[in-house]
């Protein structure tokens, strides 16, 4: 009747759930309330907390499974280090949810890509993305319609499926104390819409942010309570974090700061009806209302209730970044399958730790008492991972003793700065009547740009020559053929760089040929 995924942990084979027990999950996830968590059997390898985290992942497609097989990869890579946990930030079951916990969506969009991971026992914690409500462009979707909340209360269910060693009310049971065992978790749990989790001394927290302006819209109304409105429960359970002096994280769907295309997205139809979109707007009468996306408003609602956390955890931008302004912390993961997205806005560059347009996922440790930072690393499949802690915006590196190789980095990363900052003031609105009227400003010149930031950014450079040729390959694909390049192209601008600081060195290419030639045998 059921269908093994791994020795000790048991994944339903949906077609065989009946219907009995299709409804009684259903009625489980209905009746569940939102708790906080304690988290126990946690691996505490050198008294940390570590999990990974990513979203955008649902796709049930070859990048879904390379991310999960490149997760698998480096578990096997770092004994000792596993993680405790796999947090999924949104997005779970592309392009629309499913009807039913018994869809065979989930076999092909979790127990599929992921087999590996579930066969290391390893949990899967997951929140809402606005497609597992429906909620896109192409859908043409009622805003919180029952349909949606169907949609949801469908993935909360598969968590309580009997899975051949537990019943429905074993699972019940099970999320009803406020302890968790990480040893005896289902691979897929999602108890409720949003929950939290406490590990030693953090408190993460799990949102659903697709509903959380609808939500906050009504908090003050008679009857809303921390048990039913969401926009009072993060209150509650954040206050309760730092009145406990917890570390927090906040973990959902939606960032607070996009440089993707969600921007320049006027997209509140997608999750209000017309009435709360109006009340929203007039609630926040300074934004534009004609052209400021769903997440501006969200981050406002929490600046508005006073919430801010030591790291915010997203995804729906199908990218990778890490954002630090000093107040907003925020990692997004959004490289989890979904088509990934480039860069469309270019403004707080300086709040800007990397971007990568990549699938990949990311990899969070924080200690398990007295934590005082949280450190992360982004781990895109294509390029090296970088590491960052929430104390700043810079990534971690260790430069060596060479004054070359530092010389090189500064070089190339104020050409970086100048580079973007240049195209931030250009840019309009629409971001289409520069970006694309213009080749030296391409998808192929900010593609360099973001990688040569990314390479002087690894952790450890020890070898100059390496970095020169490397630095070179990428520069040279976006050289013109014919003439010079245009004034403020990367490549120019990094060269004036390298003049400036390079006594004898004109150009990058002048760098490359000087090492170059070293390794040629000498003439006699």
Same mark, same amino acid.
């Given at each position: 009747?059921?269908?093994?995924?791994?020795? %000790?942990?048991?994944?339903?084979?949906?077609? *065989?759930?009946?219907?009995? &027990?299709?409804?009684?999950?259903?009625?489980?996830?209905?009746?569940?309330?939102?708790?906080?968590?304690?988290?126990?059997? +946690? @691996? $505490?390898?050198?008294?940390?907390?570590?999990?990974?985290?990513?979203?955008?992942?649902?796709?049930?497609?070859?990048?879904?499974?390379?991310?999960?097989?490149?997760?698998?990869?480096?578990?096997?890579?770092?004994?000792?280090?596993?993680?405790?946990?796999?947090?999924?930030?949104?997005?779970?079951?592309?392009?629309?949810?499913?009807?039913?916990?018994?869809?065979?969506?989930?076999?092909? $969009?979790?127990? *599929?890509?992921?087999?590996? =991971?579930?066969?290391?026992?390893?949990?899967?914690?997951?929140?809402?993305?606005?497609?597992?409500?429906?909620?896109?462009?192409?859908?043409?979707?009622?805003?919180?319609?029952?349909?949606?909340?169907?949609?949801?209360?469908?993935?909360?269910?598969?968590?309580?499926?009997?899975? %051949?060693?537990?019943?429905?009310?074993?699972?019940?049971?099970?999320?009803?104390?406020?302890?968790?065992?990480?040893?005896? +978790?289902?691979?897929?749990?999602?108890?409720?819409?949003?929950?939290?989790?406490?590990?030693?001394?953090?408190?993460?927290?799990?949102?659903?942010?697709?509903?959380?302006?609808?939500?906050? /819209?009504?908090?003050?109304?008679?009857?809303?309570?921390?048990?039913?409105?969401?926009?009072?429960?993060?209150?509650?359970? #954040? #206050?309760?974090?730092?009145?406990?002096?917890?570390?927090?994280?906040?973990?959902?769907?939606? !960032?607070?700061?996009?440089? %993707?295309?969600?921007?320049?997205?006027?997209?509140?139809? +997608?999750?209000?009806?017309?009435?709360?979109?109006?009340?929203?707007?007039?609630?926040?009468?300074?934004?534009?209302?004609?052209?400021?996306?769903?997440?501006?408003?969200?981050?406002?609602? =929490?600046? &508005?209730?006073?919430?801010?956390?030591?790291?915010? +955890? #997203?995804?729906?931008?199908?990218?990778?970044?890490?954002?630090?302004?000093?107040?907003?912390?925020?990692? #997004?993961?959004? %490289?989890?399958?979904?088509?990934?997205? !480039?860069?469309?806005?270019?403004?707080?560059?300086?709040?800007?730790?990397?971007?990568?347009?990549?699938?990949?996922?990311?990899?969070?440790?924080?200690?398990?008492?007295? !934590?005082?930072?949280?450190?992360?690393?982004?781990? !895109?499949?294509?390029?090296?991972?970088?590491?960052?802690?929430?104390?700043?915006?810079?990534?971690?590196?260790?430069?060596?003793?060479? &004054?070359?190789?530092?010389? =090189?980095?500064?070089?190339?990363?104020?050409?970086?700065?100048?580079?973007?900052?240049?195209?931030?003031?250009?840019?309009?609105?629409?971001?289409?009547?520069?970006?694309?009227?213009?080749?030296?400003?391409?998808?192929?010149?900010?593609?360099?740009?973001?990688?040569?930031?990314? /390479?002087?950014?690894? @952790?450890?450079?020890?070898?100059?020559?390496?970095?020169?040729?490397?630095?070179?390959?990428?520069?040279?694909?976006?050289?013109?053929?014919?003439?010079?390049?245009?004034?403020?192209?990367?490549?120019?601008?990094?060269?004036?760089?390298?003049?400036?600081?390079?006594?004898?060195?004109?150009? =990058?290419?002048?760098?490359?040929?000087?090492?170059?030639?070293?390794?040629?045998?000498?003439?006699?």
């Amino acid at each position: 009747m059921f269908k093994f995924a791994a020795p %000790g942990i048991m994944a339903p084979k949906e077609k *065989t759930i009946t219907r009995d &027990e299709r409804d009684a999950a259903k009625a489980a996830a209905k009746q569940a309330t939102p708790r906080v968590y304690t988290l126990t059997g +946690l @691996k $505490s390898h050198q008294g940390k907390l570590r999990f990974v985290a990513f979203g955008c992942q649902g796709s049930a497609n070859e990048a879904q499974a390379e991310v999960g097989k490149a997760i698998n990869e480096f578990i096997r890579a770092h004994q000792g280090k596993e993680p405790d946990f796999i947090l999924l930030l949104g997005d779970n079951l592309y392009p629309k949810g499913v009807k039913s916990p018994r869809s065979s969506e989930f076999e092909k $969009s979790f127990q *599929t890509p992921y087999a590996p =991971l579930i066969k290391q026992k390893i949990p899967f914690f997951i929140i809402p993305g606005n497609h597992d409500y429906n909620m896109r462009d192409e859908a043409k979707f009622i805003p919180a319609s029952q349909e949606g909340k169907d949609l949801i209360l469908n993935e909360v269910a598969y968590t309580y499926l009997p899975d %051949g060693k537990r019943t429905t009310e074993d699972i019940v049971a099970l999320f009803e104390s406020d302890t968790l065992d990480l040893k005896n +978790l289902p691979a897929w749990n999602m108890p409720t819409r949003y929950y939290a989790i406490d590990a030693g001394d953090t408190r993460i927290i799990c949102l659903d942010s697709s509903t959380y302006i609808a939500e906050y /819209l009504i908090k003050d109304q008679p009857g809303q309570t921390p048990e039913n409105n969401q926009a009072l429960w993060l209150a509650k359970v #954040t #206050t309760e974090a730092k009145q406990n002096e917890k570390q927090c994280m906040l973990a959902m769907h939606h !960032p607070t700061y996009s440089p %993707g295309r969600r921007a320049f997205k006027n997209d509140l139809s +997608l999750y209000l009806n017309k009435d709360q979109r109006n009340a929203i707007r007039n609630t926040f009468s300074d934004f534009d209302k004609s052209s400021t996306p769903y997440n501006i408003y969200l981050k406002a609602c =929490l600046e &508005e209730q006073g919430l801010q956390y030591d790291l915010i +955890l #997203t995804a729906h931008d199908h990218n990778q970044y890490y954002y630090n302004d000093g107040e907003v912390r925020q990692l #997004t993961a959004g %490289g989890g399958g979904g088509r990934t997205q !480039p860069r469309a806005e270019f403004a707080k560059q300086a709040n800007l730790g990397c971007f990568f347009k990549d699938y990949g996922y990311s990899v969070v440790k924080t200690p398990l008492e007295n !934590p005082e930072k949280i450190d992360f690393s982004i781990r !895109p499949l294509r390029s090296s991972p970088l590491f960052f802690s929430n104390d700043s915006v810079t990534a971690k590196r260790k430069q060596g003793v060479d &004054e070359k190789i530092i010389t =090189l980095i500064t070089a190339t990363e104020e050409a970086v700065k100048e580079y973007f900052a240049f195209i931030a003031t250009k840019q309009t609105a629409d971001r289409k009547n520069f970006l694309l009227k213009n080749l030296a400003h391409g998808k192929s010149e900010i593609k360099c740009a973001h990688q040569a930031w990314a /390479l002087i950014n690894q @952790k450890e450079i020890s070898d100059y020559a390496s970095l020169v040729k490397d630095l070179y390959n990428m520069v040279k694909k976006t050289m013109p053929m014919f003439g010079q390049e245009a004034e403020h192209a990367f490549s120019r601008i990094l060269n004036e760089k390298i003049s400036e600081k390079f006594q004898g060195a004109n150009t =990058l290419e002048d760098l490359f040929k000087d090492e170059d030639s070293k390794k040629r045998p000498q003439k006699p």
